[in-house]
């Protein structure tokens, strides 16, 4: 198949919400990554983006529109706590878990019976929804497994060939995928942390806000964190959650502690490791600027992944606000491989 390669302009995006109405594949940009889109309300559109990204079918996919009003054609139930959610957030980086109705079919959430959705804020990725006038099942454009593609190059390197087309926007601004969350009356259990923190939903709903214990960052003491893929009791609420992700191709190691002693750690382990002959690649963000480590975070795998590296060592971000969306996905790419110095 050959991929078109379209532009964020008028007729670029009529083009593509073409494809979208025909049943085909389009990969275009959003504010947290690029996302791979199909009619979600199309089984066999859903099930074309399973294969292309080589994706376990029982992963659900987020639904993508472009105005409230469209969320009435997915859902049945919207309680008043996602409407405060949804005017506070929306559009943005938050994903709300909604009992879905039966024109969802089945592939488009892996067999739940709920639904994620999404008015992403990115001008490309609305247009695009609007004009397909569908909601637009999108996960993340990458292959399965791989870190989220946060350019064009990124989706272009994984799916030139598997899909119809990329639309080409510029880089994502935040760089990690929504943050998850299910909605209850009296509580919100984040899914998956992301950009909108547990301190930002608490301010705007007075909810109480946890997150799902099977993906807390501090539940042992071993120094495992979340997402340990051997534990057969470990079931996350968001089914995608208990997948090895982001993952390089070099082996990734990740340091924890105060930022001169990592610092150190970073170096000797680098001089040793190059002493036997081996590649190392270094993340160290050293700021508390969390923006800039989740915008950069995934970049930097890919590009060490291009640079043949053998060894990645990733100095730990603090896990509070943002952080702790940072520190989870740097841990699922090290597959849980953390030091505490
Ligand atoms: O920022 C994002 O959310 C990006 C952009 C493209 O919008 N999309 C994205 O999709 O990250 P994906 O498929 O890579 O991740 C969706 C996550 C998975 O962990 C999935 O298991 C969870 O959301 N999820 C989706 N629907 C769900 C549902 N009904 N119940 C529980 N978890 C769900
Ligand atoms: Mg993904």
Known sequence: MK??????????????????????????????VYGLGANG?????????????GRPSDNPMILHISELSELQEITDHISDNAIKMAEAFWPGPLTMIFQRNDK??????????????????????????????????????????KPSPTKASHVAHDMDGRIDAIIYGGDCAVGI?????????????ILR??????????????????VDPAIALDKDEKGKGSSDNDDKDFKPMAPGMKYRHYAPDAEMLVIEGEADKVKAEIEKRKKDLESEGKKVGVIFFGTKDF???????????????EQQVDVILAGAVEKTGLGYAVMNRMLKSAGNNVIKV
């Open 193 to 210: 942390p992301g950009k909108i923190t547990a301190a930002d939903m608490e301010a705007v709903t007075g909810l109480k806000v946890s």
């Open 177 to 189: 995928e929504s943050t998850v969350v299910s909605v209850k009356d009296d509580e919100i259990v």
């Open 41 to 53: 309300l199309d089984a066999k559109a859903a099930a074309g983006i399973y294969k292309a990204k």
């Open 3 to 32: 991929t078109l390669h379209l532009k964020e302009t008028a007729e670029d995006i009529k083009k593509a919400a073409e494809i979208i109405k025909k049943g085909g594949l389009v990969a275009f940009p959003t504010e947290t």
């Open 104 to 145: 969802v079919p089945d592939v488009t959430t892996g067999g739940l019976d709920t639904v994620g959705v999404r008015m992403p804020s990115d001008p490309t990725a609305r247009a695009l929804i609007k004009e397909s006038g569908v909601p637009i099942a999108a996960p993340s454009a990458n292959l399965s497994g």
């Open 291 to 305: 923006d800039e480590a989740a915008h950069d975070l995934f970049a930097r795998l890919r590009e060490m992944d």
